[in-house]
């Protein structure tokens, strides 16, 4: 399993926490965290062959990390794939308001 720190460590040069101590903080720090976990989304799903349900299951990701990865890899899936990741999302999207409804 790839770690989260690993990846942001491999496309940003930087940890997480080093982020924070350089003073990348808050929105922009977290928008980093939200684009590392999109790449490793898209490793994920190809490498894989997970379908996002399965990925949020396992790694705990917010409906906002799927969001993130849909504006940037979308266009590279093919078109077939294009309708089922649509599902997916809105099972996804489902799945967080119900979380979000019992805390």
Known sequence: MIDL??????H?????MTLRKRGV???R???TVRA?????LSMAREMLGMSLIEI???MDFHYSTFRVWER??????SP????????????LKEMEEQHEQAA
Do not use: M, T
């Open 5 to 10: 720190a690993d990846c942001v460590e491999e």
């Open 12 to 16: 940003y040069g930087l940890p997480h």
């Open 25 to 27: 903080s808050g929105c």
């Open 29 to 31: 720090a977290e928008k």
């Open 36 to 40: 590392a976990r999109a790449c490793f």
């Open 56 to 58: 949020a299951r396992k």
């Open 72 to 77: 940037r890899y979308l266009h590279l899936v």
């Open 80 to 91: 077939e794939d294009r309708a089922a990741i649509a599902a997916e999302y809105k099972v």
